[in-house]
């Protein structure tokens, strides 16, 4: 069946250092991926996302890669700050994005 | 900008009581979505309605009943609730085109005791 799914639930990290968080993915078909950061209390918030036609896409201080050759999605979040931690979702959808399916989500802890 | 607002904030129902959720979006979006999330999980999709008039089944559409009321309002209705329906409930929007993100409203924590 669909499912998204995360390498590691829990990643600390020292403040300033790079931040890479990690996503599999099983359906084949998705063709639109995209990366949410929840903060405590707080609804998701979109970061950013990338088509399958693509294989990375750059925003400010974040980086997702692609790689559908083995299903795989990454956001790598550059000179991570205190205010970077919080529960990061990957989602995937396809045909029209209307069933955005997310995966359990990487809490991300930044340690000063 | 208000984006997405849901009312209530908190809730707290008995078994068997039935309540509806309300989320209202102020960006003109044609496509909502109601999903839950329980503890240490993703968000599930429960409904979703691509435009006005139209709404869809979702991940986890049991227990559940929805209303596109507007191209603003869409609302989820619980006719007898349960315990299982514990969790935080998120209402979001979504403009498909150049930039595809889906807006989240604040939450709906529901217990049901």
């Known amino acids: 069946g669909e499912s998204v799914g995360l390498h590691l639930p829990t990643l600390s990290v020292q403040e300033g250092d790079n931040s890479i968080i990690n996503c599999a993915y099983s359906?084949?078909?998705?063709?639109?991926f995209i990366w949410y950061k929840q903060e405590s209390g707080k609804g998701p918030q979109f970061i950013i996302d990338i088509r399958s036609n693509m294989d990375k896409r750059q925003g400010q201080r974040v980086t997702v890669l692609l790689n559908k050759t083995v299903k795989h999605l990454s956001l790598q979040i550059a000179a991570t700050q205190p205010g970077d931690s919080a529960v990061y979702f990957c989602?995937?959808?396809?045909?029209?994005?209307?069933?955005?399916?997310f995966g359990a989500g990487t809490r991300l802890a930044v340690h000063p | 900008n208000a984006g997405v607002t849901q009312t209530p904030k908190f809730q707290v129902l008995k078994t068997g009581q039935s309540m509806t959720l309300q989320c209202a979006q102020d960006?003109?979006?044609?496509?909502m979505y109601w999903y839950r999330q329980d503890p240490g999980m993703g968000l599930r999709l429960i409904y979703y309605s691509a435009s006005e008039g139209t709404t869809d089944k979702g991940e986890v559409p049991n227990g559940y009943n929805v209303s596109r009321l507007n191209k603003r309002e869409f609302s989820l209705r619980l006719e007898s609730a349960a315990p299982s329906q514990t969790s935080v409930y998120f209402c979001a929007s979504r403009q498909q085109g150049a930039k595809d993100e889906a807006f989240f409203g604040q939450g709906t924590r529901l217990t049901v005791v």
């Open positions: 960006m003109n979006h044609n496509s």
């Open positions: 359906n084949s078909a998705s063709d639109y």
């Open positions: 989602a995937e959808g396809s045909g029209g994005y209307n069933k955005l399916i």
